[in-house]
């Protein structure tokens, strides 16, 4: 397999530190208010790439952390009047129901911030004593100028770096590129002892601390959004390779962009989506669907007009996977045929162009392509007349593509509220246009789906059997 790496800019082979394992960390959110659909690709594509590393065969250790306290945790405390930890609390459980509706699976370690103080503590303290950091005033900050390799990441040298900079005014950082590993409290924050008094960490140190302690100093691969590389990944590798001497991470993996109807997201443009509002019109699988239909480099549209045409084209998968289950149901031919065992050849073909896909710096573009080639197939070659060996390798083939994307793997009694709604309004529709054969598909389509329909005056009322 080939992962594009930012630190060398170039797609390199896959070569795990210890052959059959994988060490991952991807940054998590900051739990302060419901994740966002920005938030939403890297969770979706980093948890596709453990998935199809898993599908190969691969052991692999997945940590995803919790920013549990933060400048905007503590803000929003203030405003809904409780404690930080209370807030982190409340996101957190409200991050799983976000992530568990875009079939992103759980960590292995989903460590937080407040649980590894000590460690944080100790690391900052290493960094002192091997004189890569300086206290001034209880603030601890870490001197980028002491690190040979600042910048490496950006491919820019420090000049670079501080005149493209937008660098926070600070009279106490020696050099403007230096960044805080230590604050020291202020009123109404938390706060742990340490050597340079009470405080808390800053960003950056958390992730090096975490990934230290979870995968060890030297990681396979760092993944996160494109905007974490710099500074958030740049500061991460210099604190924790100047503190080990060794190789933070081999491969750096990172998402591009998403802009809301050709506009880069922003509050005040009013473009603003958390993933909770959008689950309010659509399956959160088609949000999935859709990430999974651009390769995870370029930039991609979020629009209405995008989610619907994912919607579409996840219901022909759906629509081909139900056609060939109930066919399957209803044959009677048990062997495979002589004219079948000459397709084998090719319903592989398939599999063997979303795994080329896969391995090209996971291509899930071209992966769902194969796809929907594999459903194309299937259509045109499973009929009444096929034998069950032969529709039933179709189906497994069909099932195993899709499991490593984890999509169209839903059962018929998940269809959703909002949508059996919009089928009943529809269908609705169609009897005040006299178009009694599409309200009566509508009424079977949804039987199928073991909803059942009571026509009453007071309107349509339904309930799932």
Not at 64 to 85: A, C, L, M, Y
Not at 315 to 344: G, M
Request: aromatic share 10%; charged share 30%.
């Amino acid at each position: 397999m080939k992962l594009y790496n930012t630190l060398t800019r170039t797609k390199e082979e896959f070569i795990p530190l210890e052959e059959g394992k994988v060490k991952m960390y991807v940054c998590g959110p900051t739990v302060y208010n419901y994740i966002h659909i920005g938030n939403a690709r890297p969770f979706i594509m980093f948890d596709t790439l453990r998935r199809y590393l898993q599908y190969k065969g691969y052991d692999v250790t997945f940590v995803q952390n919790f920013t549990d306290v933060d400048d905007k945790i503590i803000k929003r405390g203030h405003e809904e009047g409780i404690s930080p930890e209370e807030v982190a609390n409340k996101y957190i459980d409200e991050y799983f129901v976000d992530a568990d509706g875009l079939g992103i699976k759980r960590a292995d370690v989903h460590p937080r911030v407040t649980d590894n103080i000590q460690q944080i503590i100790d690391f900052v303290k290493d960094l002192e004593d091997k004189g890569y950091a300086y206290e001034v005033n209880g603030d601890v900050y870490f001197d980028t100028k002491k690190f040979e390799g600042y910048g490496k990441l950006s491919k820019q040298n420090q000049d670079e770096l501080e005149a493209g900079a937008r660098i926070e005014v600070n009279g106490q950082k020696r050099h403007p590129m230096d960044f805080v590993l230590w604050k020291s409290k202020k009123e109404g924050e938390p706060g742990w002892n340490s050597p340079w008094g009470e405080g808390r960490p800053g960003w950056h140190i958390e992730c090096s601390v975490m990934s230290n302690r979870y995968l060890g100093e030297t990681i396979d691969i760092h993944a996160g959004g494109q905007d974490l590389a710099f500074p958030h990944h740049e500061n991460e590798i210099a604190q924790s390779e100047a503190r080990s001497g060794k190789t933070f991470s081999n491969y750096w993996v990172h998402n591009g962009y998403i802009n809301i109807n050709n506009e880069k997201m922003s509050k005040s443009k009013g473009n603003f989506f958390t993933v909770r509002d959008i689950s309010k019109q659509y399956d959160l699988e088609i949000v999935r669907f859709f990430m999974l239909s651009a390769h995870y480099r370029n930039p991609v549209n979020f629009s209405d007009e995008m989610l619907n045409q994912a919607k579409a084209g996840l219901e022909r998968l759906y629509n081909a996977k139900e056609k060939l289950e109930f066919t399957i149901s209803n044959l009677s031919e048990s062997s495979i045929k002589d004219e079948e065992k000459e397709l084998i050849g090719e319903l592989e073909s398939y599999k063997t162009k979303f795994i080329n896909a896969m391995e090209d710096d996971l291509n899930t573009a071209d992966a769902v392509s194969s796809i929907f080639e594999l459903s194309k197939f299937i259509n045109t070659n499973v009929n009444e007349t096929s034998s069950v060996e032969f529709a039933k390798m179709c189906l497994d083939k069909f099932n195993e593509l899709t499991g490593v994307l984890n999509i169209v793997n839903k059962k018929n009694d998940d269809i959703l509220d909002k949508d059996i709604e919009e089928l009943i309004q529809k269908r609705a529709d169609a009897k005040k246009n006299k178009d009694f054969k599409l309200a009566d598909d509508i009424r079977q389509e949804l039987l199928d789906k073991g909803i059942v329909l009571e026509d009453t005056r007071q309107g349509t009322k339904w309930k799932r059997a």
